[in-house]
């Protein structure tokens, strides 16, 4: 069975350019979280969605980041203007159910990128 | 500010033996908590889970007991295997702490 997928698995882009990482959920899962791991520390939440809504996005740092999901399943994390602090892996999740009941998420691989 | 702390960043312990992994919350509202493992250039896979209303889940070898009072909880594996070496992440809600790397020694 699929599970969560994340594209491309690695960037690497110029600082101020734009960038898009793309993640797959599980077929059928309605919450999708997005978080950001840098180097020795545990991920850091961006934003959720409950279907095409963002549901929360208090963990997104500025207005520089922005995620949608337009049809309830495949979400998009955009970044303009890059900064060299950006440099992460970028980790995408779903589960079952969203906030409340707090299901087990999936994560998939992450998309590590690098600023330069 | 962290609001999930995993104050031992590794931990070593012979295979067979007992692993404790300890994390810390700062928020009482906090309800559910959950553990994660992680594999390097893998994304983290949940391990177990505790509600508030229980202070203690058990799942094979691995048992989370959860302090409420103290904001506290601990991750036990017993016995340990080679292949338990991984990071462990303790989370509630959505908030992970920084990982405790756990090796277990053949």
Redesign the interface.
């Known amino acids: 069975g699929a599970g969560?997928s994340q594209t491309p698995s690695n960037k690497v882009t110029e600082k101020g350019k734009y960038v898009e990482l793309r993640c797959d959920p599980i077929s059928g899962h309605t919450a999708l979280?997005w978080?950001r791991q840098s180097l020795?520390?545990?991920?850091?939440?961006l934003i959720?969605f409950q279907g095409t809504g963002a549901a929360d996005d208090s963990g997104l740092p500025n207005d520089r980041f922005f995620a949608v999901r337009p049809e309830g399943s495949v979400s998009t994390l955009k970044i303009q203007r890059t900064e060299r602090g950006d440099s992460a892996v970028y980790?995408c999740?779903s589960s079952l159910t969203g906030?409340g009941t707090?299901g087990?998420?999936?994560?998939?691989?992450?998309t590590r990128l690098t600023v330069t | 500010d962290q609001q999930?702390k995993?104050n031992s960043p590794s931990l070593s312990v012979q295979e067979g033996r007992i692993s404790i992994l300890n994390c810390d919350y700062t928020n009482s509202m906090f309800d559910?908590f959950?553990w994660?493992k992680k594999y390097p250039?893998?994304?983290?896979?949940?391990l177990i889970?505790i509600s508030s209303i229980k202070d203690k889940n058990e799942d094979g070898r691995f048992t989370v007991f959860l302090n409420k009072s103290a904001k506290h909880l601990s991750l036990h594996i017993v016995p340990s295997q080679p292949g338990d070496s991984a990071v462990y992440?303790c989370v509630a809600?959505?908030?992970?702490?920084?990982?405790t790397s756990l090796t277990v020694i053949p």
């Open positions: 969560v979280y978080y020795g520390q545990g991920p850091e939440f959720y980790l999740a906030r707090w087990e998420q999936y994560f998939g691989p992450g | 999930v995993q559910y959950l994660y250039a893998e994304g983290p896979t949940f889970s992440f809600q959505f908030y992970f702490g920084t990982g």
